[in-house]
């Protein structure tokens, strides 16, 4: 008898991997049949994955073999959140925009060799700074005072290898299924339905942060928002219900730049709120 190679499967036997458990309607009735209760079959569904067939006469004969309602009800949930998952992970980076996508704002990479859609993460700024208060001051309000949104860190996350990027907007209407993040609606409620409410601007690099004017303020009043100077122009197109192409109408230097969308939410004295501006901003790089 040859102890080594007897010896050597054994060996095998113990280091193969057990493979990874999966659950389906065969099981569940099995769970079902040794009287395993409800609350602790759910419970195996909710924490184990499974592919389950829930056509209707799939539930006929899961009801039919004692399967309770409450275990066929938590099958069903679970295989339509597995759908749910695969369905949006399928379609949040797909370079087709008439593909439902999460709503959002997205750069569209068509400069790969597999063209794909980004999904810019909105940074909310609620940090605002002043300049030229010296200039302000010394003029007796002549000379404007400005205001200034900060975003933290030196570049963006996302960047565009072309100068004219193409970007694509998602709001609600688009995919109502998918309105709401966090319980909240991710265009604050549905407020905002067209990029024309957002502003395209370039920032200026600080140490460690990036900047762009959101106001001013002089003898002359107070203006809340990007003034129409430090705008970027850019052109839309709606191609389907709650979804707009956008392209800078120029040729993007070397840069950050980012979609600001600002909301004044009162303010000081004399100010009429420009100086408590939060502002929504979707961050890109170019040249990147």
Not at 8 to 37: Q, W
Not at 115 to 128: F, K, V, Y
Not at 159 to 179: G, M, N
Not at 280 to 288: A, E, L, N, T, W
Request: hydrophobic share 40%.
């Amino acid at each position: 008898m040859n102890w080594k190679v007897i010896l050597g499967a054994g060996a095998l036997a113990f280091a193969a991997p057990a493979s990874a458990e999966t659950l389906d309607n065969e099981t569940v009735v099995m769970l079902t049949e040794v009287g395993l209760g409800e609350e602790a079959i759910v419970a195996k569904i909710q924490q184990t994955p499974g592919s389950y067939d829930v056509t209707t006469d799939a539930l006929i004969a899961l009801k039919q073999k004692g399967v309770s309602s409450v275990v066929i009800a938590a099958m069903i949930e679970a295989s339509n959140s597995t759908g749910a998952s695969m369905s949006a992970a399928a379609s949040i980076d797909s370079p087709d925009p008439l593909v439902p996508h999460p709503p959002g704002v997205y750069l569209l990479a068509d400069w790969s060799d597999e063209p794909r859609m980004h999904l810019i993460d909105a940074t909310t700024s609620n940090q605002t700074k002043t300049g030229g208060f010296l200039g302000y001051a010394l003029t007796g309000g002549i000379a404007s005072m400005s205001f200034k949104t900060v975003v933290p860190n030196s570049s963006a996350r996302i960047a565009a290898k072309a100068a004219r990027p193409t970007f694509y907007f998602y709001f609600d209407q688009a995919s109502s299924s998918l309105s709401n993040r966090g319980g909240a609606s991710f265009w604050d409620a549905g407020a905002v339905t067209s990029p024309a409410e957002f502003s395209l601007v370039r920032f200026k690099v600080r140490s460690g942060r990036r900047e762009a004017k959101v106001g001013k303020f002089n003898l002359g009043g107070a203006k809340a928002g990007v003034m129409e100077k430090d705008q970027i122009p850019f052109d839309y197109e709606r191609v389907a219900p709650g979804v707009f192409k956008v392209r800078p109408q120029v040729e993007l230097e070397r840069g950050e730049y980012g979609f600001i969308y600002s909301t004044a939410a009162g303010g000081g004295p004399g100010i009429s709120g420009v100086g408590a501006t939060t502002s929504r901003i979707f961050d890109f790089s170019v040249g990147g």
